[in-house]
């Protein structure tokens, strides 16, 4: 067996993974199985993902640091359908920056723009979810009465280096309004108007 049955093998035994399956046997996993988790989930299809470019490219793993794609020349940040129906909001209030990353684990940023945190705060902005305030000469976003009604609260946040902070934090509700509007916010990053959905 040379590499790239290996690699074959071991791309189908991660899809099968992914998908809640044991590939040893063909059968459904529990739903409490860690690969059903849906983070787990997500990482074993974006390593099936890699994993199948590497295969289509005959086992030979492109891109060396000059030929990377510069991002001015990347595709504009989008999401296919089934991407999209992939994005589940977490069980606790997340900050926008970590929302954000969920979306974009689920592209391949070699070859597309990642969305930017900054484009999905002025989208609320614009839209009446967030304001802007100040404090001490700097200003702070903060939810508007239809932002907490979406779920967008204040609230503490722990930073990595141990100091507990205010700021926007984002419900599971507000997490999924997001990912809801994720094609009119993707429109929106390209300089297209977009009205939000209800």
Same mark, same amino acid.
């Given at each position: 067996?040379?590499?790239?049955?290996?690699?074959?093998?071991?791309?189908?035994?991660?899809?099968?993974?992914?998908?809640?399956?044991?590939?040893?046997?063909?059968?459904?996993?529990?739903? $409490?199985? !860690?690969?059903? &988790? %849906?983070?787990?989930?997500?990482?074993?299809?974006? *390593? #099936?993902?890699? @994993?199948?470019?590497?295969?289509?490219?005959?086992?030979?793993?492109?891109?060396?640091?000059?030929?990377?794609?510069?991002?001015?020349?990347?595709?504009?940040?989008?999401?296919?359908?089934?991407?999209?129906?992939?994005?589940?909001?977490?069980?606790?209030?997340?900050?926008?920056?970590?929302?954000?990353?969920?979306?974009? $684990?689920? !592209?391949?940023? &070699? %070859?597309?723009?990642?969305?930017?945190?900054?484009? *999905? #705060?002025?989208? @609320?902005?614009?839209?009446?979810?967030?304001?802007?305030?100040?404090?001490?000469?700097?200003?702070?976003?903060?939810?508007?009465?239809?932002?907490?009604?979406?779920?967008?609260?204040?609230?503490?946040?722990?930073?990595?280096?141990?100091?507990?902070?205010?700021?926007?934090?984002?419900?599971?509700?507000?997490?999924?309004?997001?990912?809801?509007?994720?094609? %009119?916010?993707?429109?929106?990053?390209?300089?297209?108007?977009?009205?939000?959905?209800?």
């Amino acid at each position: 067996m040379n590499d790239l049955d290996i690699m074959k093998r071991a791309q189908s035994y991660i899809e099968s993974m992914a998908k809640g399956i044991n590939p040893l046997t063909g059968e459904e996993l529990p739903d $409490a199985d !860690i690969v059903n &988790n %849906v983070r787990i989930s997500r990482c074993l299809f974006y *390593v #099936s993902d890699v @994993l199948k470019k590497v295969i289509d490219n005959g086992g030979e793993v492109q891109k060396n640091s000059a030929g990377k794609i510069r991002n001015k020349d990347k595709a504009p940040f989008a999401l296919t359908d089934e991407q999209s129906k992939e994005l589940e909001p977490d069980r606790k209030a997340l900050s926008l920056s970590k929302t954000v990353s969920m979306i974009n $684990a689920l !592209i391949d940023d &070699n %070859v597309m723009q990642k969305l930017k945190r900054s484009v *999905v #705060s002025e989208w @609320l902005y614009q839209r009446g979810f967030l304001k802007e305030i100040t404090i001490n000469g700097r200003n702070y976003l903060n939810p508007t009465a239809e932002g907490e009604a979406a779920g967008i609260y204040l609230g503490n946040y722990n930073t990595p280096e141990g100091n507990t902070v205010k700021m926007c934090l984002y419900s599971p509700e507000a997490q999924q309004f997001i990912f809801d509007n994720i094609d %009119v916010i993707a429109d929106f990053a390209r300089g297209e108007s977009g009205d939000a959905e209800e």
